[in-house]
């Protein structure tokens, strides 16, 4: 970070995560990072919430919690969690799962990177990375995923769908996360596609993703189904996009010159 009075969120949907809280927040904390947490959690009854509240009474003023009335999914607690976040100062906001899979000591590299580059992206595919505890068809999945939304897009982003990233709040600002359409994994590609077509600079950095340790996966036929179809139907929305990311960060030039991740 180049600011000390740049603020740093973690977004962390949750559900049915309980066994998963202690752990991720103790790590969290032990990089000795200046980082604030907050849980989306969508209305977990296994006592994911009672973890959360124990921990913000350890950590009252860094570990915050946004409860939704039922499960409505990863991209809008994501959003949701962006504009929690945007609306109370954050400079940096990371997309980080509660399952484990994301090591929190990866987020010093992040931070590093976010110096010289607005979008920090954790990328399994690229020298140094990779995963660990998955079979070879989850790997094939993911690999495949990856390539045909990279393909489809026409990006040079070896990992689109990965959900281990850093947004610069300029990045978040100009897309505006109110109105992103995705949900599932995709949401991680559409975010990228709109940041990279409204000029912004993404860099990757390699990451080893951990099969999560406790509790199940969310991953299912709808969203995989999903994934595919909406992945042409940004690739068909491009220049629209190009478009309305240029108009955004003029607006945004005018009323904050200063800020250095604007694109020229």
């Not at 996009?241 to 991740?261: F, M, V």
Request: hydrophobic share 40%; proline share 5%; net charge positive.
């Amino acid at each position: 970070m180049s600011n000390k009075a740049e603020r740093i969120l973690i977004i962390s949907p949750t559900y049915h995560e309980r066994e998963n809280i202690t752990p991720l927040v103790s790590g969290i904390m032990q990089t000795g990072l200046p980082l604030n947490i907050l849980f989306v959690d969508d209305s977990s009854q296994d006592g994911t919430r009672s973890e959360i509240l124990r921990m913000q009474k350890e950590w009252p003023d860094r570990v915050h919690l946004l409860p939704r009335p039922a499960k409505l999914g990863l991209g809008s607690a994501y959003v949701e969690g962006f504009l929690w976040g945007l609306e109370r100062g954050f400079t940096y906001l990371i997309e980080m799962d509660a399952d484990l899979s994301h090591a929190p000591e990866y987020l010093t590299s992040f931070l590093k990177e976010a110096a010289h580059s607005p979008v920090v992206v954790g990328s399994r595919y690229i020298a140094g990375g990779g995963t660990e505890n998955w079979n070879k068809l989850r790997q094939f999945i993911s690999k495949a995923g990856s390539w045909y939304a990279r393909t489809v897009l026409g990006l040079n982003v070896q990992d689109l769908t990965g959900g281990y990233n850093l947004w610069h709040r300029d990045v978040l600002e100009t897309i505006r996360p109110e109105t992103l359409k995705s949900d599932g994994y995709v949401f991680q590609a559409e975010l990228k596609y709109r940041a990279l077509m409204a000029g912004f600079k993404l860099t990757e950095v390699p990451i080893i993703f951990c099969d999560r340790r406790a509790g199940h996966s969310k991953m299912s036929l709808r969203i995989v189904l999903e994934a595919i179809w909406k992945v042409i139907l940004l690739r068909l929305q491009k220049q629209k996009l190009q478009q309305t990311g240029q108009d955004a960060q003029l607006i945004k030039k005018h009323r904050e010159p200063e800020s250095p991740y604007r694109a020229t």
